[in-house]
């Protein structure tokens, strides 16, 4: 198949390009390629053309959660990530208990090793048990645990090897021992913590290579108390960051990629009630959750996930003055590595997956590519 005329974001900008694809791979990404006979050939006319988007912190979609454990669910968030251009997705668990966790991923497991449509479910987000009580935020106290290499090993087993993140608060005791074990095996991210600076930059310097959304669930950062936020910054690691205005108003989220600059993973952190109208009740692992006033609180009012989708996120970083450039990356390459797929996802480069997103003018999906099939949309 040949794309003509795209405007194809490049990692810096756009430029006007052709796109060779030839079965999953992107074969050549240059100016005037020739057709080869028979080929598929589809003229863009100067339409936007981006790397299919990565969300490694999402937990559902359209009345669906992961911890759902059920293959219907898996198939209807892998349906609806992708009408949304999220082409690889890292779907999220919640804190709850061990045995429970280890029916879900063993579940995902099962579903993982058939073909699917829609958005590819690449490996699980394990974010609880091993969490701070006082910096829960939406995970149900009586769950939370110290981190268990017992425990983490039960849920890689049953999840086949599919944990790409597990999310730790560095400052409980054993956390640090735990994240020397657990970044042989996948990203350690410091997570609902409440660690001043001291004892984030610890977990950091034990093997800790990323931060769950930003600011969200720890201390902030203050001109005599630099907290995780600081520590964050100081170490060179990456941070998760919810860009839906509401989660982190938009100064601070200037200033964030200002600070961290391409080490920021724009994620949704999205529950089940995502593109859901005001009032929609749902459940957060086992938390009453409802949409007011434009996002998900808990029943006293503490803001849970998002329900907001990348691609919207994009859209509103470009109208809070955020270089869309930025925003692409952040959402795209910036996430592949963290995850380590960079070689393979991220950007439309010769030899990477043809992951694409074909955007109308308005900034919304005309057709999305994965493994260079369109699972959405048309090109007609």
């Known amino acids: 198949m040949l794309l003509k005329n795209g405007s194809v974001f490049t990692g810096s900008g756009f430029s006007l390009l052709d796109i060779q694809i030839d079965a999953d791979q992107l074969v050549q990404v240059e100016k005037e390629i020739r057709p080869k006979a028979g080929e598929s050939v ?6 936007k053309v981006i790397p299919g988007l990565i969300d490694i912190h999402t937990h559902g979609c359209a009345m669906r959660d992961f911890c759902d454990g059920s ?9 609806n990530y992708i009408k949304n251009g999220i082409t690889t997705v890292c779907p999220t668990s919640m804190t709850l208990p061990p045995e ?3 029916t879900i991923y063993t ?11 829609g958005s590819r479910l690449i490996g699980i987000n394990m974010e609880g048990p091993f969490l701070s009580v006082k910096k829960r935020g939406a995970h149900r106290a009586e769950y939370v645990i110290p981190a268990s290499e017992e425990i ?20 409980i005791s054993g956390n640090l021992d735990f994240i020397r074990y657990a970044k042989a095996f996948c990203t350690v991210s410091v997570a609902h913590t409440a660690a001043d600076y001291d004892g984030a930059i610890a977990g ?55 600070m961290f600059g391409d080490r920021i993973a724009v994620i949704s952190d999205s529950l089940m009630a995502a593109g859901m109208p005001e009032g929609t009740e749902c459940v957060l692992g086992d938390e009453a959750v409802v949409v007011r006033g434009g996002k998900a609180v ?24 955020i270089d869309e450039a930025q925003a692409i990356r952040c959402s795209t390459i910036t996430p592949a590595r963290i995850i380590g797929e960079e070689k393979s996802l991220g950007s439309i480069e010769k030899g990477k997956l043809a992951d694409l997103v074909v955007l109308k003018e308005d900034y919304t999906p005309k057709a999305v590519f994965r493994d260079g099939t369109i699972e959405f949309g048309s090109l007609d």
Request: proline share 5%.
């Open 42 to 47: 589809y003229d863009l006319d100067g339409a």
């Open 71 to 79: 293959e219907e669910s898996f198939d209807i968030l892998a349906e």
């Open 100 to 102: 429970q966790l280890e």
């Open 107 to 117: 579940a995902f497991a099962h579903w993982s090793e058939r073909p699917h449509r």
């Open 152 to 171: 983490f090993d039960r849920l890689w087993k049953a999840s086949g090897g599919r944990i790409r993140l597990c999310d730790v608060a560095p400052e």
């Open 204 to 258: 950091y310097h034990a093997g800790a290579t990323s931060t769950t959304h930003l600011f969200n669930a720890m201390n902030g950062l203050a001109h005599r108390a630099p907290g995780t936020v600081g520590a964050a910054f100081d170490s060179g690691a990456y941070a998760e960051l919810i860009c839906d205005g509401e989660h982190v108003l938009p100064p601070v989220l200037r200033a964030a990629f200002s």
């Open 298 to 321: 808990l029943p006293d009012g503490t803001i849970a996930g998002s329900i907001v989708n990348i691609l919207e996120e994009i859209r509103r970083l470009i109208s809070f003055g």
